[in-house]
């Protein structure tokens, strides 16, 4: 029996992709507890598992939603904000690298981890493994995302190129990639101008120096969020989802790791026609564009409804809009704020996604094909993976109409071909489930005596 932390952040989507997996360790006899910010909390405990707080001070109640969801919008209005959080991350940064370590090395002497699992979906990723490492504990990344890879072999995951394997895909992915690295130099410098610079370089190498860690082991040109380091790589995405010929030393692909016993809001099923075929759309739980981009989104979806007035459709429509925001709603269209997701999809026949990696394999999981507006980070990347698959289309979020909606909702639920092809996926992703990998290989991470443990 071992004792499992995950240090994850207080990204709903994120913490629910660790779920499964922190639920097969903890039946497995394993002690499995969460630790992070406050804003974690709720999230975390609901499901049954122990968490433990760290830098009230901080990251205090509601720090997350108010302050760093803010700072990552594109609105000019929120550039106070991005201030804001850019120098408390550094004031947090100086207050470890003078001692404020200690208050987390308190937390996990008691805890007394025999490995720690850290998200790589959030910004603050490569502080909490430095500390680990400083602190000797066993460490590995977790990816709920497929980005990371920085080779001939996979495009950025920001972008929706394709990457076939192909000599003409390579070159076309290099060229992506040295354009990607001239772009984030020029994005360094003008968010280091502005004030809006989280986590500089600078900063992160003297809490390296601080970690005792090497600076040639930290990977700082990468298309995640921020920099890695040389840690053993869990992916919670089937491997034949991803790019075919993706390779990476210290890299394991798992199983897709759906919860599906984790908490779930209520629905009114009782409007549902149960004879007719469910549409279900959502943008995912973040709240990155403008209230008015998401209400425009979701009117051009009632319209496109129109055509089909016997069928069931349901919007989603997040925290950063209400029923209210939409009057003349025809009876067959049901809006909520949030839904049963996991039991929606089992009766859907498509989904209007965002593409977020969750939805993403849950789509799949259930055998629902999807019709993908990727808006932000990693969703093109997926979108591309859906689309090479034939498991959807990808539409544009900025200039769909409702004439485009429903050409793309006829050819995916006329033609069977994206059914089939969903269907052939869903197999190989409920096999791969039910082998569970990820346990296996955690197992097994633990057993190793060394730091990173890299397997045969």
């Given at each position: 029996?071992?004792n499992?932390?995950?240090?994850?952040?207080?990204?709903?989507?994120?913490?629910?992709?660790?779920?499964?997996?922190?639920?097969?360790?903890?039946?497995?006899?394993?002690?499995?507890?969460?630790?992070?910010?406050?804003?974690?909390?709720?999230?975390?405990?609901?499901?049954?598992?122990?968490f433990?707080?760290?830098?009230?001070?901080?990251?205090?109640?509601?720090?997350?939603?108010?302050?760093?969801?803010?700072?990552?919008?594109?609105?000019?209005?929120?550039?106070?904000?991005?201030?804001?959080?850019?120098?408390?991350f550094?004031?947090?940064?100086?207050?470890?690298?003078?001692?404020?370590?200690?208050?987390?090395?308190?937390?996990?002497?008691?805890?007394?981890?025999?490995?720690?699992?850290?998200?790589?979906?959030?910004?603050?990723?490569?502080?909490?493994?430095?500390?680990?490492?400083?602190?000797?504990?066993?460490s590995?990344?977790?990816?709920?995302?497929?980005?990371?890879?920085?080779?001939?072999?996979?495009?950025?995951?920001?972008?929706?190129?394709?990457?076939?394997?192909?000599?003409?895909?390579?070159?076309?992915?290099?060229?992506?990639?040295?354009?990607?690295?001239?772009?984030k130099?020029?994005?360094?410098?003008?968010?280091?101008?502005?004030?809006?610079d989280?986590?500089?370089?600078?900063?992160?190498?003297?809490?390296?120096?601080?970690?005792?860690?090497?600076?040639?082991?930290?990977?700082?040109?990468?298309?995640?969020?921020?920099?890695?380091?040389?840690?053993?790589?869990?992916?919670?995405?089937?491997?034949?989802?991803?790019?075919?010929?993706?390779?990476?030393?210290?890299?394991?692909?798992?199983?897709?790791?759906?919860?599906?016993?984790?908490?779930?809001?209520?629905f009114?099923?009782?409007k549902?026609?149960?004879?007719?075929?469910?549409?279900?759309?959502?943008?995912?739980?973040?709240?990155?564009?403008?209230?008015?981009?998401?209400?425009?989104?979701?009117?051009?979806?009632?319209?496109?409804?129109?055509?089909?007035?016997?069928?069931?459709?349901?919007?989603?429509?997040?925290?950063?809009?209400?029923?209210?925001?939409?009057?003349?709603?025809?009876?067959?269209?049901?809006?909520?704020?949030?839904?049963p997701?996991?039991?929606?999809?089992?009766?859907?026949?498509?989904?209007?996604?965002?593409?977020?990696?969750?939805?993403?394999?849950?789509?799949?999981?259930?055998?629902?094909?999807?019709?993908?507006?990727?808006?932000?980070?990693?969703?093109?990347?997926?979108?591309?993976?859906?689309?090479?698959?034939?498991?959807?289309?990808?539409?544009?979020?900025?200039?769909?109409?409702?004439?485009?909606?429903?050409?793309?909702?006829?050819?995916?639920?006329?033609?069977?071909?994206?059914?089939?092809?969903?269907?052939?996926?869903?197999?190989?992703?409920?096999?791969?489930?039910?082998?569970?990998?990820?346990?296996?290989?955690?197992?097994?991470?633990?057993m190793?005596?060394?730091?990173?443990?890299?397997?045969?």
């Amino acid at each position: 029996m071992a004792n499992i932390v995950f240090c994850f952040p207080p990204i709903t989507s994120t913490i629910n992709s660790s779920l499964r997996l922190a639920r097969l360790l903890k039946s497995g006899g394993h002690n499995v507890s969460y630790i992070g910010i406050l804003d974690c909390k709720s999230n975390v405990r609901a499901n049954g598992f122990d968490f433990f707080s760290v830098y009230e001070k901080w990251f205090p109640k509601g720090w997350f939603d108010d302050y760093f969801v803010k700072s990552q919008s594109s609105l000019d209005s929120e550039h106070t904000i991005k201030r804001d959080v850019a120098g408390n991350f550094n004031d947090f940064l100086n207050y470890i690298i003078n001692g404020g370590d200690s208050e987390l090395a308190l937390i996990l002497k008691d805890i007394k981890p025999d490995i720690v699992l850290i998200s790589t979906s959030g910004i603050d990723s490569v502080v909490w493994a430095l500390l680990m490492h400083k602190m000797n504990y066993k460490s590995i990344y977790v990816f709920d995302i497929l980005g990371g890879v920085v080779n001939h072999t996979v495009p950025p995951v920001h972008t929706g190129l394709i990457s076939t394997g192909s000599l003409w895909s390579s070159l076309k992915t290099l060229l992506v990639w040295c354009v990607f690295y001239f772009k984030k130099i020029k994005i360094q410098k003008i968010l280091t101008k502005n004030g809006f610079d989280i986590f500089s370089n600078k900063k992160i190498l003297g809490l390296a120096d601080y970690c005792r860690y090497p600076s040639e082991d930290i990977s700082f040109f990468n298309d995640m969020s921020g920099p890695l380091l040389k840690l053993p790589e869990l992916v919670l995405f089937p491997k034949r989802f991803d790019f075919p010929g993706v390779k990476k030393t210290g890299r394991y692909y798992a199983e897709a790791s759906i919860d599906l016993d984790r908490e779930q809001a209520s629905f009114p099923w009782e409007k549902v026609i149960e004879s007719q075929p469910i549409v279900y759309a959502a943008l995912g739980t973040l709240p990155l564009l403008a209230k008015a981009d998401y209400e425009n989104f979701f009117r051009i979806v009632i319209d496109a409804s129109l055509k089909w007035p016997e069928w069931n459709w349901v919007l989603s429509i997040g925290n950063n809009l209400t029923v209210d925001d939409f009057e003349s709603v025809p009876a067959n269209v049901i809006i909520v704020n949030r839904v049963p997701q996991l039991e929606l999809l089992k009766k859907a026949s498509l989904m209007i996604t965002h593409g977020g990696p969750n939805s993403v394999k849950e789509c799949i999981f259930f055998g629902v094909p999807m019709i993908v507006f990727p808006l932000w980070f990693d969703q093109p990347g997926n979108v591309a993976r859906v689309t090479y698959h034939g498991l959807g289309l990808k539409g544009d979020f900025k200039t769909i109409t409702a004439k485009e909606l429903q050409d793309l909702i006829e050819e995916v639920t006329v033609n069977p071909e994206f059914r089939e092809r969903t269907k052939a996926m869903q197999k190989y992703f409920i096999e791969t489930e039910q082998a569970k990998p990820s346990l296996q290989l955690i197992e097994r991470f633990i057993m190793q005596a060394n730091i990173p443990p890299f397997l045969d």
